[in-house]
């Protein structure tokens, strides 16, 4: 189930902010300039459908995003619990960072766990099938896909650099809990 806890930045124990409403954690985020949608796919997908076919099934909501805010490049990353760089992967983006350009991720299946750190206070969004989460360019955050990665999600770029991390040397996003899927909650 998705879900946005909100903390402040020096209580990782107890949110201040606990819910899976889809429409309270879109005013939520929205208050921070995050975008956060549900989306329909118009076919059946699965994990090892080609790209061609994911991209499809939400075509409508692709081509109105594109119209919307000016992306140039949409692709679509899949990764499962065996990939042998799971780990490296994982890793990347664990750190706090930013970005350059707006980063706008849709899981088509599995899940992921973007914590975003905002004045004084970190908002962890839980992101499962079917939720667009869209974080603005310059917006600190760390991503976490879990130890055993599971997901397939379509990515928006506007250019082929703009996701390069440009991390802070803080240490915010270790001492928050690590996305582990079998959590409760």
């Known amino acids: ?12 124990a107890t949110p201040t902010l606990t819910t899976s409403d889809h429409a309270e954690m879109a005013r ?6 995050v975008g956060f949608e549900q989306w329909q796919a118009n076919a059946p997908v699965a ?15 692709i081509d109105r995003l594109i119209a ?8 679509v990353v899949s990764i499962a619990p065996d990939n042998p760089q799971r780990e490296a992967m994982r890793t990347k983006f664990l750190d706090e960072h930013f970005h350059k350009e707006d980063e706008v991720r849709f899981f088509v299946a599995g899940s992921g766990l973007f914590s975003l750190h905002v004045n004084a206070q970190v908002y962890e969004v839980k992101c499962e099938q079917g939720d667009l989460i869209a974080v603005p360019d310059g917006a600190t955050h760390w991503f976490d896909m879990g130890p055993e990665p599971s997901f397939v999600a379509i990515r928006f770029f506007t250019e082929p650099d703009g996701w390069v ?7 915010i996003a270790q001492r928050f809990p690590r996305y582990e899927k079998g959590q409760a909650g």
């Open 165 to 171: 991390g440009h991390f802070t040397g803080t240490d």
């Open 47 to 61: 994990p090892g459908d080609s790209p061609e076919k994911i991209m499809d099934a939400y075509r409508a909501d």
């Open 68 to 75: 919307e805010r000016g992306f140039k490049t949409v692709d």
């Open 28 to 33: 939520e985020l929205a208050k921070i300039g």
């Open 1 to 12: 189930m998705s879900r946005l806890r909100i903390f402040d930045e020096n209580d990782t």
